[in-house]
């Protein structure tokens, strides 16, 4: 892939982040605000997405055939058990990442949740530092502080904020909850940078395709798990949906 085609590529992912990063929170609050109750259910939502990524690893895979034909080898999955176990271990980790974080956005502000949530940015740096040797830098370092600050300065200032008819404590467990969430997608980045420098196989565009989709189904079932173990899947869904409708109906 030449430099201009990377370079697309590049600003189309950072597009779909833009995207999702902005209006997930949004709809994941408006959710709980407007009646949802369904925490392991919404949980799973964060990592549904997945089958969205069988289309460009179709199209790798096409592209990718087409020359092992050529060369006499032909080799449909790249993702070798080992690289396999590992994705799912984070799997699991995302799974449970996705829990604290929607359980602590159905408890906070829009605006609380994602300041907390940016400071994985700083649990990014350390980790890296830790895992993959990755030098701090003095941009690294000036986000970490910042972010650390203004956490800190959140959890003084936390009543300015706070949800009507919502009791302290549960604010709080929504701060310490989201605060976890932060630590854990903080250690997600580094553990994957991890397994690609320990993979014995060249890193490609499918091969980091299919990691990735081992991992959002290990997560989706992992919260599917949850959503069974606690019931969450007996709440009629229905009867919240419409009352979710006949709110926004009554607001607009």
Same mark, same amino acid.
């Given at each position: ?17 833009? /995207? ?14 407007? =009646? ?12 549904? =997405? ?9 199209? #790798?895979?096409? @592209? ?11 080799? @449909? @999955?790249?993702?070798?058990?080992? +690289?396999?176990?590992? #994705? ?18 159905? +408890?906070? %502000? ?19 530092? !830790? ?6 830098? %003095?941009?690294? /370092? ?12 959140? =959890? ?20 310490? +909850?989201?605060? =976890?969430? #932060?630590?854990?997608?903080? +250690?997600?980045? %580094? ?22 989709? !081992? ?5 989706? *079932? ?13 709440? #009629? ?6 009352? /979710?409708? *006949? @709110? ?5």
């Amino acid at each position: 892939m030449d430099t201009v085609k990377r370079k697309y590529l590049m600003i189309f992912n950072c597009i779909l982040l833009a /995207i999702g990063a902005t209006g997930g929170p949004l709809l994941l609050r408006l959710y709980f605000v407007r =009646g949802g109750k369904r925490l392991w259910f919404a949980s799973t939502l964060a990592s549904a =997405g997945w089958p969205i990524l069988i289309l460009p690893l179709s199209v #790798s895979y096409i @592209f990718n055939r087409r020359g092992s034909a050529e060369n006499g080898r032909e080799k @449909f @999955f790249t993702i070798t058990l080992p +690289l396999t176990i590992a #994705s799912a271990s984070i799997g699991l980790l995302l799974g449970l990442n996705d829990y604290l974080y929607t359980h602590g956005v159905s +408890l906070l %502000p829009v605006s609380t949740s994602t300041l907390i949530m940016s400071t994985h940015l700083a649990f990014t740096a350390g980790f890296a530092f !830790v895992l993959v040797k990755q030098k701090f830098t %003095p941009y690294s /370092i000036n986000v970490v502080v910042l972010l650390t600050v203004g956490a800190v300065l959140l =959890g003084l200032h936390s009543n300015n904020d706070k949800p009507v008819n919502q009791s302290s404590r549960d604010y709080y467990l929504g701060f310490f +909850l989201t605060v =976890g969430a #932060s630590v854990i997608s903080g +250690l997600l980045f %580094p553990l994957a940078e991890l397994v690609y420098t320990k993979a014995k196989q060249s890193l490609t565009y499918s091969l980091v395709i299919e990691m990735q989709i !081992v991992t959002a189904v290990v997560a989706s *079932l992992f919260c599917i798990v949850g959503m069974l173990v606690n019931n969450d899947h007996k709440v #009629s869904t229905y009867s919240e949906f419409s009352y /979710i409708t *006949l @709110f926004n109906s009554s607001a607009s």
